[in-house]
């Protein structure tokens, strides 16, 4: 079964309001988690690392204003996609590497975020 | 930096072999990772390389050459459900977990 889960799996909203996706560690504490974002067609790039207890860290051109990322506890990280504008509908999905030395990482569902 | 390069579309035959390739440049590097993903859905782990040579498993096999900066998948036996794209990814050294990816092969398996 899952062991990363990510909630809402789609979701709908109007542009200027606010979306919060939550991404869970299921069995295991992840101090570290990494939210990724995925144009149609595309791969997946790496927005942001999530780190329990401190700031996250920003890839190069990621807007941490826009997507604000809350790191709260050891199984929950959650990305606040702010004053969202259609340009921000895409597919957002979370991992999460199960222990510090793990070179694997776990995938969420994936949000489908759709912007009107 | 990190620089992954792999083909954007490929097709093959069903029942055919198919060489998905990847090379990588990358700064720090800890294993080679190779996902399969369904359109809208989570990419789904298939391999794991970190020394060189050849993994097998099953239908999938992944190999790496460190020093070239290169690994392949190779399906074997395809099926019409093998299409997909796939995702190739390293590692970053030091930050466990972490992927960067390269922007994925879409395969399309015709009877």
């Known amino acids: 079964g899952a062991v990363v889960s990510q909630h809402p799996s789609r979701v709908i909203c109007k542009s200027g309001t606010s979306v919060k996706i939550e991404c869970r560690s299921l069995d295991f504490q992840a101090t570290t988690m990494f939210w990724y974002r995925q144009f149609p067609k595309k791969s997946l790039m790496l927005m942001a690392t999530?780190?329990?207890?401190?700031?996250?860290?920003?890839e190069q051109g990621v807007e941490k204003d826009k997507f604000l990322i809350n790191h709260a506890s050891l199984t929950l990280s959650t990305l606040t996609v702010t004053s969202a504008h259609p340009e921000d509908s895409s597919f957002y999905i979370c991992?999460?590497?199960?222990?510090?030395?793990?070179?694997?990482?776990?995938f969420g569902q994936g949000t489908r975020l759709t912007v009107v | 930096g990190q620089n992954i390069d792999q083909p954007t579309e490929m097709t093959a035959t069903e029942g055919a072999i198919v060489q998905i390739n990847c090379t990588y440049q990358t700064s720090g590097f800890n294993g080679l990772f190779w996902y399969q993903q369904h359109a809208g859905e989570a990419p789904t782990f298939l391999s794991y390389?970190?020394?060189?040579g050849l993994e097998e498993k099953g239908r999938f096999s992944s190999f790496l050459s460190r020093s070239k900066g290169y690994s392949y998948l190779l399906l074997k036996e395809l099926q019409m459900k093998d299409s997909a794209s796939y995702l190739c990814?390293?590692?970053?050294?030091?930050?466990?977990?972490?992927?960067?990816f390269g922007q994925g092969t879409e395969l399309s398996v015709k009877p």
């Open positions: 990814a390293v590692g970053v050294y030091n930050q466990g977990g972490k992927l960067i």
């Open positions: 991992s999460a590497p199960r222990g510090q030395m793990s070179t694997e990482a776990f």
């Open positions: 390389n970190v020394l060189d």
């Open positions: 999530s780190n329990e207890g401190s700031k996250a860290t920003y």
